[in-house]
């Protein structure tokens, strides 16, 4: 997807502060990161966007995949009823979105995919086990869970880091995970799972876990 097609989905906001944030959005993960994520995603079938907000990245992949149907979903209203305003104005159909708290949601209809970006540092880690185990039960067999986020090394791009979401919300609930830890908590699930890190010329700490339902867990 072209920056053009970026520049469209960002100007259908009516808010200059939330076409800000969207681009803001896009410069710490550039569109050629959202790629990297979308190959992992299946070309058609049903999937979940956790924590979606204004519906910036299942926008960009509604349009990129068309045979794909996308359900976010948001913990905050006024962010829902605006990702639907902006899914009308671009004329897309196969993404839909509802008020929803990820920490305690229950699918409906099982899944050929869901992605999670940047959401685990900023939910309790408490919830972060059963969030993961309820999206391993509702996937179907060989279908993945994507979950980009933050890792705890090297020091100074947490910190960055961290100082970033806190300029975004003072209020917001910042847990960094050890990549270690975290991986053998998704492993712990019945998820196989590989990783990488995503290199960006600003010191973010990005990595990316890939998490395939390959079996069941006894």
Known sequence: M???DISEIIKVYDSRIIRAYCWGRFKILHHHFLDEIGQYLPKSGLI?????GFGLFSLYYAKQFPNLEILGIDINTVRIQIAKQAAKMLSLSNVEYEVANATS???RTSLDGAYMLDIVHHIPRNTV???LKQFHKKLNQNCRLIIKDVQTKPAYKRWFTYTLDKIMDMRA???YWEQRELMTLIQSLGFEVFYH???DLLPYPHILYIC???YQNS
Request: glycine share 8%; aromatic share 4%.
């Open 197 to 199: 890190s995503m290199v």
């Open 48 to 52: 979940l966007d956790i924590g979606c």
């Open 173 to 175: 609930e910042v847990n």
């Open 129 to 131: 086990m059963p969030l």
């Open 105 to 107: 949601y229950e699918c």
């Open 212 to 214: 395939q339902k390959g």
């Open 2 to 4: 072209s920056q053009s």
